[in-house]
């Protein structure tokens, strides 16, 4: 097809929002795509970020979070809650964690709100 232009886009160019710019391997939210930097980069360049896969991320402190758990993406605090009001949805929780974790690894998907 000579229209597709990414036959599997799990990795997309995304401008970084943030002062002070992105580490590789943090998240970052940019409209209503969520990735992880693949390299660091400076506020307003673009970054290659996967948008797919399994990857450990900040959560809230002394939030513990269950298996299969929906997690969202605090964008103020950059860093993973299961609150959802303000926030944006990201993924699933593959691994329990718990509240004295640093971090938690998290399974990217959007998911139905209603779970269906």
């Not at 450990?56 to 758990?69: D, H, N, Y």
């Not at 969202?72 to 009001?85: C, E, L, M, P, V």
């Amino acid at each position: 097809m000579r229209n597709c232009l990414r036959p599997d886009a799990r990795a997309i160019p995304m401008v970084v929002p943030y002062a002070g710019g992105i580490l590789s391997g943090q998240g970052l939210l940019v409209g209503a795509f969520f990735g992880v930097a693949a390299s660091d980069a400076d506020q307003n360049a673009t970054v290659e970020c996967e948008t797919r896969g399994e990857f450990e991320l900040p959560k809230e402190p002394a939030l513990a979070i269950t298996q299969g758990a929906r997690v969202f993406w605090d964008d103020t605090n950059r860093r993973i809650t299961t609150t959802a009001t303000g926030n944006f949805q990201v993924g699933l929780c593959t691994v329990a964690a718990l509240a004295a974790d640093a971090t938690v690894r998290v399974m990217l998907a959007r998911v139905p709100a209603s779970g269906a």
